[in-house]
C-alpha cells in the first residue's frame, strides 16, 4: 500500500463522516420540525383552562387504564394478575389480586380490560386471552392462533383485533370461548413492514356500534362496523395525509424496524358516547409555540356523523407529562407520568 493511497484514505474518512452526519440531521429535522411551522388548519378552542377536581401521587407500579364504570377506576400495572382500583374520586384505593398465572410470555405485552365484575388479560405474545374476576378461578385461551397487538372489547366474550397475517396486520374479530375468528376482507394497508407504518390505537363505541381504529402516523381515522364492514374513513384536521414511516426487514437477525424517524400524528385517544377524542401532535396555525408545548391540544369527533367538534387543552402538570387520558361520563381522567389527576369535562 503506497503512501498516496494511504493519505487519500485518510482524507475521506472525515468526508465520509460528516456526509452520514448529514444524512443523520436531515433524518431528524424531517421528523422534529418546528412545531411554529405553517401546518394548514386551524384548531377550534372550546375552552381556555380545564378546571382541576383531583390530583393524588400515581403508584409507581400503575402503567395504564384498564376500565371504569360509574364510581370505579381500574388501571393496568406492571403485574398481569394485579389491578389497581380506586373511586371516581381518586380515593379509597386498593389492589384486586387475579388468580392467574405468571409467565415471561404473558408479562411481555399485555393489556388488561376491566368489564366489572370480570377481567381479561390479553396476552399479545403468547397469544392468549385469559378470563377471570376477583376470587374467581382463571380461563386460559389459546386464541387467537397468532401474534395480536391491539384489542377492543365488544361484549362479553367478544373482541375485535389487531393481528399478524404474514408480514402485515389485520382487523379479526373473535370469540375465545368457542374458537371462533372473522377476518377482515380487504381494509387494512399492507406494506410488509409488521404493520408500522399503519399502527395505531383502536376502539368500540358503544353508543355508534362502531370500532374505531386511529392511525398514529396518518391523518384518517377508520371505522368498522361489529362484522369488520368498512364503513368510513373520517379525516383528522390535520392535512398530513400520507405516513412518512418506512420499514424494512434486518435480514441478519430477521426484525423488521423502521429506518426512518417516527413523527406522530396522533398519540393516545378515548372514546365515549359517540365523541373520540384524539391527542394531536401537530399544531395548528392558530396556535402558539408556548400554548402547545405546555399543554396537550385534544381534538374530538362525532364518528357517526364524521365531524370535528372542536378541541382543548390538558395542561402538562407540575412539569409532568401525560401518558394517557380516559373520558368517562363527566370528566377527564389524566396519567401523569408521577401523577393521577382528575379534570371536568368541558362538554
Known amino acids: 500500500m503506497n503512501l498516496r493511497f494511504i493519505k487519500k484514505t485518510i482524507f475521506l474518512i472525515p468526508i465520509v463522516m460528516l456526509v452520514a452526519v448529514g444524512l443523520v440531521a436531515v433524518l431528524a429535522w424531517k421528523a422534529l420540525k418546528p412545531i411554529n411551522d405553517k401546518t394548514g388548519f386551524n384548531r377550534k378552542l372550546l375552552i381556555k383552562e380545564l378546571e382541576i377536581m383531583k390530583a393524588v401521587d400515581k403508584p409507581q407500579n400503575v402503567l395504564d387504564f384498564a376500565g371504569f364504570t360509574n364510581h370505579h377506576l381500574y388501571f393496568k400495572t406492571k403485574n398481569p394478575a394485579k389491578v389497581y382500583i380506586t373511586d371516581s374520586d381518586l380515593q379509597n384505593d386498593n389492589y384486586i389480586e387475579l388468580n392467574i398465572p405468571i409467565n415471561r410470555k404473558i408479562a411481555s405485552r399485555f393489556s388488561c380490560i376491566v368489564d366489572s365484575p370480570a377481567v381479561y388479560v390479553l396476552a399479545g405474545n403468547l397469544p392468549g386471552i385469559l378470563k377471570t374476576q376477583p376470587g374467581d378461578s382463571c380461563k386460559s385461551y389459546q386464541f387467537p392462533n397468532a401474534i395480536f397487538t391491539r384489542t377492543a372489547l365488544i361484549s362479553p366474550n367478544s373482541f375485535a383485533l389487531r393481528m399478524f397475517e404474514g408480514t402485515d396486520q389485520i382487523f379479526a374479530k ?19 413492514d409488521a404493520g408500522i407504518s399503519t399502527d395505531g390505537a383502536l376502539f368500540y363505541d358503544r353508543q355508534s356500534n362502531l370500532l374505531a381504529f386511529v392511525q398514529y402516523y396518518k391523518n384518517e381515522i377508520i371505522c368498522l362496523d361489529t362484522n369488520l364492514n368498512f364503513v368510513k374513513k373520517i379525516k383528522t384536521i390535520d392535512i398530513n395525509s400520507r405516513s412518512s414511516i418506512k420499514a424494512a426487514e434486518i435480514k441478519k437477525e430477521g426484525v423488521i424496524t423502521s429506518l426512518t424517524p417516527k413523527r406522530l400524528l396522533n398519540a393516545s385517544a378515548s372514546i365515549h358516547n359517540g365523541l373520540l377524542f384524539i391527542n394531536s401532535k401537530i399544531k395548528g396555525d392558530n396556535e402558539t409555540k408556548e400554548a402547545f408545548t405546555n399543554n396537550f391540544s385534544i381534538d374530538i369527533y362525532d364518528i357517526k356523523n364524521s365531524l370535528y367538534k372542536g378541541s382543548f387543552y390538558i395542561p402538562v402538570y407540575k412539569n409532568d407529562q401525560m401518558t394517557n387520558f380516559l373520558i368517562t361520563a363527566n370528566s377527564i381522567v389524566v396519567i401523569y407520568k408521577k401523577y393521577l389527576v382528575t379534570y371536568k369535562l368541558p362538554l
Open 174 to 192: 373473535g370469540n375465545p370461548s368457542t374458537g371462533e375468528l372473522l377476518k377482515e376482507k380487504n381494509i387494512s394497508e399492507k406494506n410488509k
